[in-house]
């Protein structure tokens, strides 16, 4: 039979064509698929949480961070209700991805791939967020305190007594196999008939429907999020850590907790040429030293620190470490334009974001003036004319 030939061919040989396209698709499907899961296991969503988002939103998702009081808005709680109905998945990608106007919040695009945004995205969903619905969390916590802590503790951890005179012990919910093993849907249903064999009695006739989910929202988020993973330095909001280094006898002390050299921006350490320190602002701007204080008090202070020496509250949690303006290069190097240009823009490769996203080109002056008298030029503040 010729490649021309219009025959029809039998059935039979239809069917082996249409069963060995099926196991062609399945294979590749299966292949694809296992590539995929391949990938997702190989990105630690977790460390990728603590290394570029905690600093900001807090361990646990709360909000509860050094960068709360200094930012305003503040960053994010994901663990409210509120948020969970707001925020899609969609809208958070988008979000980590872009940044959002208006906030101290940047566009990761340029820092993590694609599927390390979704993989942070889909963690911070699974482990603070809560359900979307009626859980009222803070009703929880007093239903909890009444009716679920003589057994399982008021810490979530199961009570002493609990666990010495029951014939089982009450389940201990912060512990890594209760975040395996417990679903939502498994301690609602455990709560509401109770759990055969064990003393967990069935909790449907003392407690409404909307008050075991209250309840067991409550037990998720107070109890069973997860650890910060091992193994974390710090948090690197532009970029990983170089590998650290095997200690040397030479360089014992410098680690023991004292800033070294090491922790400090490359620039810090770089010779560094005066720069003209008579250049005035960009775009005709005119920085008020004045209004600059209070704003770098609001904005700045966590990080820099009130002295400018880069020893703020919330340094100890940044590698490489805050600017400290005090230092020789750093009052060579940043005239009136670098230091505008720094705060606007940001700094690759450490933790200073831009804040054009979040102040006015104005109110960077103002700061960029305060810094340049304060710690800059100091004994020349007093030569100065601001407007």
């Known amino acids: 039979m010729s490649i021309n030939d219009k025959t029809p061919l039998p059935p039979f040989a239809l069917l082996q064509i249409t069963l060995f396209r099926g196991i062609v698709i399945l294979i590749t499907s299966f292949f694809l698929s296992t590539q995929s899961q391949a990938e997702a296991a190989a990105i630690k969503a977790d460390l990728i949480y603590h290394n570029y988002c905690s600093v900001c939103h807090g361990d646990r998702g709360d909000g509860k961070s050094h960068a709360e009081t200094s930012m305003s808005p503040p960053p994010k709680d994901f663990t409210l209700q509120q948020t969970a ?112 064999g064990t003393p967990m009695a069935a909790f449907s006739g003392q407690l409404s429907a909307d008050e075991i989910t209250d309840v067991v929202d409550y037990i998720r988020s107070a109890f069973m999020q997860p650890h910060a993973p091992s193994g974390i330095s710090g948090t690197h909001a532009y970029g990983k850590p170089a590998a650290k280094k095997a200690a040397t006898k030479t360089a014992d002390f410098s680690d023991m907790g004292v800033v070294n050299r090491r922790l400090l921006p490359k620039s810090e350490n770089t010779p560094a040429q005066s720069a003209d320190m008579s250049a005035a602002l960009p775009d005709n701007l005119q920085g008020n030293a004045e209004t600059g204080h209070a704003l770098y008090l609001q904005n700045c202070v966590q990080c820099h620190g009130i002295e400018g020496d880069g020893e703020g509250p919330r340094a100890y949690f940044i590698f490489p470490r805050p600017r400290n303006f005090k230092r020789e290069n750093s009052r060579k190097r940043f005239n009136r334009p670098a230091l505008y240009q720094s705060i606007a823009k940001g700094k690759l490769g450490t933790e200073m974001p831009a804040w054009n996203t979040v102040l006015t080109s104005q109110q960077i002056a103002d700061i960029s003036e305060y810094v340049f008298q304060a710690f800059i030029r100091p004994d020349t503040s007093s030569q100065t004319t601001t407007k």
């Open 85 to 196: 109905r707001s925020l899609t998945r969609e809208r958070m990608i988008h979000s980590v991805s872009k940044g959002l106007p208006g906030t101290a919040m940047v566009g990761w695009e340029n820092q993590l791939n694609q599927k390390e945004i979704e993989a942070v995205v889909d963690y911070i969903r699974e482990f603070f967020m809560p359900p979307v619905g009626t859980g009222d969390v803070s009703r929880g916590k007093r239903l909890y305190a009444h009716t679920c802590s003589v057994c399982h503790g008021d810490d979530g951890r199961s009570a002493k007594w609990g666990s010495n005179l029951l014939r089982s012990r009450p389940r201990d919910f912060t512990t890594e196999a209760s975040r395996r093993e417990l679903s939502r849907e498994r301690m609602l249903n455990s709560v509401t008939h109770g759990v055969k």
